[in-house]
């Protein structure tokens, strides 16, 4: 059986400029990197005259060992789409080097749905999150400067809020001492690093509408407070202007092609566990502008990747789904069930059943909460029995929702036609329930605190009893309202594993409580970040790392990437 890799080096894709007719973009709006990927101009958003076309928001139960396939099934629904004729662009993040080297492997889909060229979209593409990276750092570098050289703006060096960043997961950076070795070197203090998915500068990348929206926000970033707690923003140290220069390229869509030659754009990469985990707006409303349907997806678990797409992204951006894909698969939900990773080939149908509620609570999320029409897409395995499948349907038929076999992995946009047809269904004519674009909500509304908001999230997606927030917590709270932060939606920092904010309680738990352990501002991005449980904004390497895998023949030709 081929892997992933050899699959995509074994194909023969268009021109880059084919697609790129393909999809519609005019000739003087493409910017080629090479023959088989290019940059598409964002001008061409207010330049060319469209009508939006359908939203279809692909997500999933939460990760487990066994896998779910998100990004396969996205990739496989556009080019089945495609096969029944009509016109779709595709729209995902850019993968980060840290989960490329680490334990997840690469991130451009997988088998005969793939985005190509693979190797270059999960090793530094076109170099935007170095560019993220350097803005990032530039920043950094101004504050700690600034400060240096006379701190005329008072900043507190114990309320310095923020960190540089690399995009590698570096466990050994992310509490560390600098400015040592004497007056010339800057001033003492404790810093910290990020990687770069989770910097500010990331999410304000994927949420601009414009490279002026983009200058704005990245002057509203708040680095710190002063000795009587005023905030310090990026514009207060006159930041903004050379930060956006280093992402003006950067800001342009990157235009690639699945392997049957549908055009797809990926684009920014926030992770959905400590950020918001969408690719850029400019991409969606670029494939939404030349697609009659953009296929997108969302980060991690529905509780974490869609929660954020729909109760951040969309509000934000003023965009509503048409349609939603919750993807499973049978050995993920046995998995949830109590089955361990060596023995999820064997039909265990007790098991299967123990481990549906994690599933199905994702599905009354997405259809009683947002008020949105759904549809299961059960990522097939050849392990897979009728039984089991029967079972997962007829669970998720008590919840009014159909469930479509999905085997474009093994049979690219031709294993996606099923589930395909009832995508077209749900956009064109809503569900059953009469639930469509126009019935969406969001789980919070603007007006409530942030505590509320908070709370909001807790107990109507993770189904929580409530949230306990640490005492330095309620107090920040309170100066981010008195600050006017408090009319932001909030983006949650929890594990991706669970509904709950410990990774080992699986399936749908009750009877639990969320601790939230700090909380801040990310101004320029519109949101406020809560952190729960343990989690971290800075990755580690496992001892196993995927890097022991990736490596490089005499001509150049890359082994080993997933």
């Known amino acids: 059986m081929l892997t992933d890799i050899e699959i995509a080096q074994a194909a023969t894709p268009e021109h880059i400029s084919k697609i790129a007719e393909k999809a519609g973009v005019p000739e003087s709006y493409v910017e080629m990197y090479g023959t088989n990927k290019a940059k598409v101009d964002y001008n061409l958003l207010k330049d060319v005259e469209h009508t939006p076309g359908k939203l279809v928001l692909v997500t999933a139960i939460n990760p487990t060992p066994a896998g779910e396939g998100k990004t396969t099934t996205t990739v496989g629904l556009a080019d089945a789409l495609a096969r029944q004729g009509k016109n779709v662009v595709v729209a995902l993040r850019?993968?980060?080097?840290?989960?490329?080297?680490?334990?997840?492997?690469?991130?451009?889909?997988?088998?005969?749905?793939?985005?190509?060229?693979?190797?270059?979209?999960?090793?530094?593409?076109?170099?935007?999150?170095?560019?993220?990276?350097?803005?990032?750092?530039?920043?950094?570098?101004?504050?700690?400067?600034?400060?240096?050289?006379?701190?005329e703006l008072g900043i507190d060096v114990r309320k310095i809020t923020w960190k540089r960043v690399v995009d590698m997961n570096d466990r050994q950076l992310r509490n560390i001492v600098c400015g040592l070795g004497g007056r010339a070197h800057g001033v003492p203090r404790e810093d910290g690093f990020d990687i770069t998915v989770a910097s500010e500068i990331m999410a304000i990348f994927c949420l601009a509408t414009s490279i002026t929206d983009l200058k704005e926000r990245l002057g509203r970033i708040v680095v710190g407070y002063t000795f009587d707690d005023k905030p310090v923003t990026a514009h207060d140290l006159k930041a903004e202007g050379a930060m956006t220069a280093l992402l003006k390229d950067a800001l342009k869509p990157n235009l690639v092609q699945t392997l049957e030659g549908t055009p797809a754009f990926v684009h920014g990469g926030p992770f959905a566990n400590i950020a918001h985990g969408c690719n850029s707006i400019m991409a969606t409303r670029m494939a939404l502008a030349l697609g009659d349907y953009c296929v997108t997806e969302a980060g991690f678990g529905a509780d974490l990747g869609a929660e954020k797409f729909l109760d951040i992204k969309c509000r934000l951006c003023g965009l509503k789904p048409d349609a939603v894909v919750v993807v499973a698969t049978v050995r993920a939900l046995k998995n949830n069930g109590g089955v361990a990773k060596a023995d999820l080939n064997i039909e265990n149908l007790e098991a299967l059943e123990a481990g549906m509620p994690n599933l199905l609570q994702h599905v009354e999320n997405i259809t009683q909460v947002y008020k949105l029409p759904c549809v299961v897409a059960i990522n097939a395995f050849p392990t897979d029995t009728k039984?089991?499948?029967?079972?997962?349907?007829?669970?998720?038929?008590?919840?009014?929702?159909?469930?479509?076999?999905?085997?474009?992995?093994?049979?690219?946009?031709?294993?996606?036609?099923?589930?395909?047809?009832?995508?077209?269904?749900?956009?064109?004519?809503g569900d059953d329930e009469g639930r469509c674009a126009n019935t969406f909500e969001f789980a919070y509304g603007d007006d409530l605190s942030l505590a509320e908001k908070i709370e909001a999230v807790a107990t109507r997606i993770y189904h929580a009893d409530g949230v306990n927030f640490e005492p330095k917590v309620l107090k920040e709270i309170e100066k981010l309202e008195a600050l006017g932060f408090g009319s932001m939606p909030v983006c949650m920092a929890k594990t991706q594993y669970s509904f709950s904010d410990d990774a080992a309680k699986l399936g749908a738990p009750r009877n639990f409580r969320i601790t939230v352990r700090d909380i801040k501002v990310s101004a320029g991005a519109g949101f406020v970040v809560a952190l729960t449980g343990s989690i971290m904004t800075m990755p580690g390497l496992g001892k196993t790392p995927a890097a022991f895998k990736i490596d490089v023949d005499e001509n150049g030709k890359i082994s080993g990437l997933f």
């Open 387 to 429: 039984a089991e499948l029967d079972l997962v349907e007829a669970k998720c038929k008590e919840l009014g929702v159909n469930v479509a076999l999905s085997e474009v992995w093994a049979r690219g946009g031709e294993g996606g036609l099923a589930l395909a047809d009832e995508v077209v269904r749900l956009c064109e004519n």
């Open 94 to 151: 850019e993968p980060s080097l840290g989960p490329v080297f680490g334990i997840k492997g690469g991130a451009a889909g997988g088998g005969y749905a793939q985005v190509v060229p693979m190797e270059d979209i999960n090793l530094h593409f076109t170099g935007d999150f170095h560019a993220i990276g350097a803005a990032n750092n530039l920043l950094a570098a101004l504050l700690d400067a600034h400060i240096h050289n006379g701190n």
